[in-house]
Structures are given as C-alpha cells and as structure tokens.
Nanobody, 121 residues
C-alpha cells in the first residue's frame, strides 16, 4: 500500500516559517520525483516545488527565494522549508510522488491527503 503522509502544517503570522514533511511508504522512494503542490479555495492545484532522484529542483516563481525543497532518501521523507510566509501562501499543501518524473497519469503517481497552511495577520 502506497502512503504519502504530510505533516507540519499549521497557522502562522506573515513573515513566519513552517517546515512541511512528507513521509512515504510502499514505494522505492529514491526512484521517485517528489513534489509539493498547493490548492487554495476556489483555485486550481499548482506546483510549488519538486525534486528529482538526483536532487535537481524546480521552484515556482511565487515562492522562489522563500521556500526550499529537500529530500532524505534514507528516511523516505521530503521536506518543504517555508520562510517569509505571506497570506497568499495559504492553501492545502499536497505531497506528490512520480516514478522517475515520467508523468505517467494514473500509474506510479501518488498523492497525499494534504496539510493545511494558514498565514494570517
């Protein structure tokens, strides 16, 4: 059974920080491109950042310079360090796993259940 479990969400004031974790099981973690997506109410789910098997990253322009994605293959865990948080970062953040970054729809492609991040003044 494949499981992706997010943790670390919560409520924070603007300028604050949170660190999200995604713990994976049931997959060969090191073979998967891992990513963070987010979805705000009434909006489409969007890519925040991802990191492939070699450690190369893609970061959305909206969070570049503020968020850092990383992974620890020994722990089967991906992280998102979020600094200088803004109200527009408020969303449900989802963990995603994609075998070799192939983008194969409906196969070798998994989602977590999400964790809420709220930034409020």
């Amino acid at each position: 059974q494949v499981r992706l479990v997010e943790s670390g969400g919560g409520s924070v004031h603007p300028g604050g920080s949170l660190r999200l974790s995604c713990a994976a099981s049931g997959i060969n973690f090191s073979l998967y491109t891992m990513g963070w997506y987010r979805q705000a109410p009434g909006q489409q789910r969007e890519l925040v950042a991802n990191i492939n098997s070699k450690g190369s990253t893609n970061i959305a322009d909206s969070v570049k310079g503020r968020f850092t994605i990383s992974r620890d293959n020994a722990k089967n865990t991906m992280y998102l360090q979020m600094n200088s948080l803004k109200p527009e970062d408020t969303a449900v953040y989802y963990c995603h796993a994609d075998l070799l970054g192939l983008g194969l729809d409906h196969a070798y492609n998994y989602w977590g259940q999400g964790t809420q991040v709220t930034v409020y003044s």
